[in-house]
């Protein structure tokens, strides 16, 4: 068992626009360093450049990859309103809109797998009095 070395951070800023409206914006990142050990039973660590798998099943939908990650990024950005504020409690409808990325180690073919996912979601929420 040996440690693995990571980077991570997270950044980000709300801006209250109006009394009624928020925006915000975040971004992270986390990053491993490759830490493997070849023996004579077999490849292991993370980041095995010796270790194989399946590069076919990384360029097909829905395909079987099953690579080391070496970096999960993401950015999201979205806004809060307060649709309604009085004595039957409040109304707050936000929308958000994220872009997150996946990267791995290269394997045994040289061929590094990555992908990438773009989201919206919309939220209601209510709060009692």
């Known amino acids: 068992i040996a440690p693995v070395r990571q980077f991570i951070y997270l950044a980000g800023a709300t801006w209250h626009a ?3 409206l928020d ?18 039973v077999g490849h292991f ?21 099953a690579p080391n990650l070496r970096r999960v990024s993401q950015i999201t950005t ?21 872009h997150t990325q996946l990267r791995a180690f290269a394997g045994a073919s040289g061929f590094a797998p990555k992908t990438s996912d773009d ?11």
Not at 26 to 37: A, D, I, N, P, T
Not at 84 to 97: A, D, E, P, V
Not at 119 to 129: D, H, I, N, Q, T
């Open 78 to 98: 979205g806004l809060w309103r307060k649709a309604y504020t009085g004595s039957y409690g409040q109304i707050r409808l936000g929308l958000q809109y994220s």
């Open 18 to 20: 109006t009394p009624n």
């Open 45 to 65: 660590g993370l980041g095995n450049p010796a270790a194989s798998f399946t590069a076919s099943g990384c360029t097909t939908e829905g395909g079987v990859c």
């Open 119 to 129: 989201m919206v979601f919309g939220s209601f929420r209510y709060y009692l009095p």
């Open 23 to 40: 925006v915000y914006l975040f971004g992270g990142e986390e990053r491993q360093r490759r830490r493997f050990f070849d023996t004579p």
